[in-house]
């Protein structure tokens, strides 16, 4: 078996003790900053993203209330479409478990002014159904000019 | 010339009242440290014991004698109480490396103890994978196979309900080792098998940190300074015990293993003993057999490996025998966990960097090429001679950066390697990923709660 370690290239043959390598340790070190660096800068950068949309998201939340006159507590807000500021908010047209009754859904975008954002058009759900194309009526605004809204 | 004399002859004794003040200086912030991460922890448990919130799972009133006296725990208890422990961890930590002899053993034991303790007697926080693993030993005990079905299959259970519905129909992802290590909780009412889990998660615990102390001393480091960065680590302590994660148990086979491969004298036994233990904490969680090439690599000798074959067929051999081959299939768990992505991990939050709503298959394909050419260049400079526990420790910490299914426990995974190992960057690594993840949990404090 040593006699085949013997036989590998210097860079591969086994060694009981590591042989001291500075420049090796300086690479290292400087790949092992630099992925710190990324790691922390990532990180920043998601804590700004997720600061940016609570707030946006709790403008649609406060926006949905003040639009239907409905000051329920259980109302959900989220991204329509991925890296456009457009969102959707959804929650019941009376009390009950959310989703358990007829839905009011709101198509919002642009800033939050004075805590609201601008309503652009909007739907409604079936009790106890999903928010998909699918189950969509009662469409207006640029959930009628999308294709948002197969059955208008 | 004499006023010279007279000032060489007051100046060490000026210079030793100085070291005396600032000795007392030091050990009275190093206590004031202390006191401030064990008011952390207590504080924690008992808001915690105040009912649910986004860190406190549902769950049954078990600990109800520590009800009333805490608030309930919000972001805005929990979050700074993190902040603030973690920051006087770092600097206790530093405190008793730069002063090695400042804190009295039996004062560092007593305090990691008091940590360890006050996280028992409290509910479960951060996580319902307590819940999932006594639903998991209530079926094993039921006859219901935990390797095919998730606890669904035992709609009747108590505990059913505390189970997060993301796992509900989850086989068990551990090992056979895990589970029968866990069966006693199957065999008792809900209430009870929380608290054998808990016990379980105490009695690890205190197992990974008197391993710790005995490698760190077989190996010439400061045992004091090793059991204060394993066991006064908040993610150690709040995470990780605070859950009874099974992450304890592995530590402890890994440890266990680690101590007989550094005892003296070294022969053939402790190295099959050792790689065999190594194998039984993988058999606990599959991440831990990232241990055995670094083994291999710097032993070049068969025991370890005779040692490995032989615990890993046991070990599936028993696992057969009691649940057939989908218990013996231990990568499986490892790869349905791969498929998840969690808001925690570096990857999730690279792809918010890069524009994208989430990680994709390509990024799960590169970060695995990523995690690959680490290992496969750590396993060289193993073979060179370098430290295979430092290696392994590495590969560890390579995982948890690269994997999309970051949990704050998996960060925890290298600490007790890295404070017996003499490359320093390996804790600096640690502590640094472990900050750089506290400070990223800290977001709700600074925006508003949809």
């Known amino acids: ?152 | 010339m004499s006023s010279a004399t007279a000032s060489a002859d007051v100046e060490p004794e000026h210079g030793s009242l100085e070291r005396l003040r600032s000795g007392r200086l030091a050990a009275g912030l190093a206590a004031l440290l202390a006191l401030v991460l064990v008011a952390g922890a207590a504080e924690v448990v008992l808001d915690a014991a105040e009912g649910f919130s986004p860190m406190v799972p549902a769950q049954p009133a078990f600990d109800s004698w520590l009800a009333g006296i805490g608030t309930r725990l919000g972001y805005d208890q929990f979050l700074p109480t993190l902040l603030i422990s973690f920051a006087a961890y770092g600097a206790l930590a530093a405190l008793a490396h730069r002063r090695p002899g400042l804190l009295h053993a039996g004062w560092a034991v007593a305090f990691v103890a008091a940590l360890q303790l006050i996280l028992f007697a409290g509910p479960v926080l951060l996580a319902t994978d307590l819940f999932t693993n006594v639903a998991y030993a209530h079926e094993a005990v039921n006859g219901i196979n935990p390797y095919v079905h998730g606890p669904a299959a035992l709609p009747t259970f108590a505990g059913y309900h505390f189970v997060s519905p993301d796992w509900v129909r989850w086989p068990s992802p551990y090992g056979v080792v895990f589970t029968l290590v866990t069966l006693p909780a199957g065999l008792v009412s809900l209430d009870g098998g929380i608290w054998i889990l808990k016990l379980e998660g105490l009695i690890e615990s205190a197992a990974v940190l008197w391993l710790t102390w005995r490698c760190a001393r077989v190996r010439g480091f400061d045992p004091v300074l090793a059991i204060i960065v394993v066991g006064a680590n908040p993610l150690y302590t709040l995470y990780t015990l605070g859950g009874s994660h099974n992450d304890l148990l592995m530590m402890a086979f890994m440890l266990a293993g680690v101590a007989l491969l550094v005892g003296s004298p070294a022969s053939a036994g402790r190295e099959a003993g050792g790689a065999a233990t190594i194998v039984a904490g993988a058999l606990v969680k599959a991440t831990l057999g990232v241990m055995l090439p670094f083994l291999i690599a710097s032993k070049r000798r068969l025991a370890p490996i005779l040692g490995a074959v032989a615990a890993l067929a046991t070990g599936l051999a028993v696992a057969y025998a009691l649940w057939g081959s989908s218990a013996v299939n231990i990568f499986e768990g490892l790869r349905r966990e791969g498929a998840l992505v969690s808001s925690y991990s570096f990857a999730s939050q690279l792809s918010h960097l890069l524009g994208k709503p989430g990680v994709y298959p390509i990024d799960h394909t590169l970060l695995t090429i990523a995690l690959v050419v680490a290992l496969a260049y750590l396993l060289w400079r193993t073979w060179r001679g370098y430290d295979w526990i430092a290696a392994s420790a590495w590969g560890m910490l390579a995982i948890a950066v690269t994997t999309t299914w970051l949990m704050p426990w998996y960060t925890v995974w290298p600490l007790p390697l890295a404070v017996i190992t003499r490359d320093r960057r390996l804790l600096t690594a640690t502590l640094v990923i472990q900050a750089i993840w506290v400070i990223h949990q800290t977001s709700p404090l600074y925006g508003p709660v949809p």
């Open chain 1, 1 to 152: 078996m040593n006699e085949l370690l013997a036989k590998l290239p210097p860079w591969l043959r086994p060694r009981e003790r590591e042989v001291e390598n500075r420049l090796l340790a300086r690479i290292e070190s400087a790949v092992l900053l630099a992925a710190a660096v990324l790691l922390a800068v990532v990180a920043f950068n998601d804590i700004f993203w997720t600061v940016q949309d609570a707030g946006v998201l709790v403008a649609d939340q406060q926006t949905w209330r003040h639009y239907t006159g409905r000051d329920y507590f259980n109302v959900s807000a989220g991204r329509l479409v991925f890296n456009e500021p457009v969102d959707v908010s959804c929650a019941n047209s009376s009390p009950g478990r959310p989703g358990a009754r007829t839905q009011i859904c709101l198509i919002m975008s642009g800033p939050a002014v004075g805590e609201l954002r601008h309503v652009i058009g909007g739907w409604r759900l079936a009790p106890h159904t999903g928010d998909f194309a699918r189950n969509r009526y009662a469409c207006f605004g640029a959930a009628r000019t999308t294709r948002l809204c197969p059955n208008g």
